[in-house]
Each structure stands twice: as C-alpha cells, then as structure tokens.
C-alpha cells in the first residue's frame, strides 16, 4: 500500500496549479530526496513509499 505523504496530498492540486510545467520537477525532487534519504532516518519503507508515491503521480502527470 503506497502512502500519500502528508500534508501534500490535501495541497497537491495547488501545488500543482502554482508550479504549472515546474510541478514535474517538484514531482521528481520528491521522489529523489525519498531515494536518498530513506537508508538515513530510520523509516526505509515509509520513505521509500513516498517515493514511489511522487514517482506515480509523475507518471499520470506525464501521461495527461
């Protein structure tokens, strides 16, 4: 089960209205910072949920 990270999953249509064709990259730094991080603060499989989180709304985004 892949958990939507909080907060921003209640603000990512603003997120996303505000960033216009910058939301990918938002979208993409997410995913990274979850990579890089999730061996460090002691939550692998949350961190690494949330990655995969930011990866597919990626997708659809691409996608749309």
């Known amino acids: 089960e892949i958990i939507e990270p909080l907060p921003y999953d209640e603000m990512i249509d603003a997120i996303a209205s505000c960033l216009g064709e910058g939301f990918k990259f938002y979208l993409q730094g997410n995913a990274m910072k979850y990579l ?14 949330k990655s995969i989180w930011y990866i597919n709304k990626l997708k659809s985004v691409v996608n749309e």
């Open 36 to 49: 890089w991080r999730y061996q460090h603060k002691g939550k692998v499989q949350e961190d690494l949920d």
